[in-house]
């Protein structure tokens, strides 16, 4: 869009809060933007060259001149102040949301999921899309290291879109499939199914290398579901105490936990009850109040200089 036509557009705007998919912001307002995570400086091998240079020209159009940022995570705001160099000030945490269903699954709907996708054992639960960052090639590598006995009478699901780089990794889940090895790729799954599939889980495993925020983690949380997540980036801020934390890149330490959590009937009852606590902490409607007073106080302190 030309920078005339977006000036006209907002002309009785106040504040424009940008996204990086603009090219040229527009002149006037105050600008503002929300920040989620800096992994096109910390691991730009793990996104297309044009995602790490948009990223990087973001930073720079935006983020550096803007008057106020949203950062989704501590963890998120601390790599901006320590990379990017900016201001710790202008930069505030508002976390996000998780949907209402999360917090409401019941007992009927999970047993529907579960006929509907033929779930008869107890089952461990990865969400997210298929990516290098996600690291599911080293949770496939911990699940195939435990005994096979345990891999018979449990399985690992993995749900999600196929996304960047992700061929080899869905070579390798087609091939364990075809094995027999206890794990299924369940491709994308419809909204409504997401959640009861989530509580019915023995834990969620996300392995990921980094996170900004981490959605799926304190999604299973909401749901009642024990979470097993690394002990890197934003998810030990995110997750507290209610969460069994593991070095992602471990292949040991991942099938520990893995056994652990299938084990301990108390650990996962600890963990379920903490974490649908700390999930409290995560609503939209306290994401919406928090980010009104952000616009309010970034206005406010701008219309008094």
Known sequence: MPAGVLDRCISRCDIFHAANLLRVMPRGPLLSATLHDLTAWLMPQFHRRTQVEADRAFATRVLHPAAGI?????????????????????????????????????????????????????????????????????????????????????????????????????????????????????????????????????????????????????????????????????????????????DPRSIGELARAITQMAESTVMRKRLRAEGMERARKFTWQAATARSITFFRNLHASHARR
């Open 70 to 246: 949203i950062a989704v995570s501590e963890s998120t705001r601390s790599d901006a102040v320590r990379i990017l160099r900016i201001n710790p000030e202008k930069i505030h945490v508002i976390y996000p949301g998780v949907p209402d269903s999360y917090f409401r699954v019941n007992p009927e709907d999970v047993s529907r999921v579960a006929h509907i996708l033929g779930l008869s054992k107890g089952y461990f639960l990865y969400i997210g899309t298929v990516e290098p960052r996600k690291n599911i090639d080293t949770l496939l590598t911990a699940w195939m290291s435990l005994p096979l006995p345990f891999r018979r009478e449990h399985e690992l699901l993995l749900a999600g879109m196929p996304g960047w780089e992700c061929t080899p990794t869905m070579n390798r889940l087609k091939e364990l499939t075809l094995e027999n090895a206890g794990v299924r790729y369940l491709g994308y799954l419809p909204e409504s199914q997401v959640p009861p599939l989530t509580a019915g889980a023995l834990a969620l495993v996300y392995p990921s290398l980094y996170e900004g925020f981490g959605f799926p983690v304190v999604q299973a949380m909401a749901a009642g579901c024990p979470v097993i997540a690394s002990n890197v980036s934003s998810l030990p801020e995110i997750t507290g105490t209610a969460a069994l934390l593991v």
